[in-house]
């Protein structure tokens, strides 16, 4: 059965092997393809806008709470 889910092979490495900077254009990639703001992120991960912003930046190192809480906010509405 076939999930449509993506490998974590579909993710390329960020060139720098920076994973703050690779998460930083995934997420606003991510966040810019749903037609979310930062404050709609943020609303919707349960994060502080300024955690947001400093995924963003490149600024926040990937932890798994950080990334569950992502994952969450970063989920198509049905």
Do not use: K, N
Not at 11 to 40: C, I, K, N, Q, Y
Request: hydrophobic share 40%; net charge negative.
């Amino acid at each position: 059965m076939d999930h449509a889910r993506p490998l974590i092979e579909d993710f390329p490495a960020h060139p720098d092997g920076d994973p703050a900077a690779a998460l930083a254009d995934a997420v606003r990639e991510r966040r810019t393809a749903l037609g979310l703001s930062v404050p709609d992120l943020a609303e919707r991960s349960g994060l502080s806008e300024r955690q947001v912003r400093a995924v963003e930046l490149g600024h926040a190192m990937p932890t798994l709470p950080l990334l569950t809480a992502l994952s969450a906010g970063l989920r198509p509405t049905p």
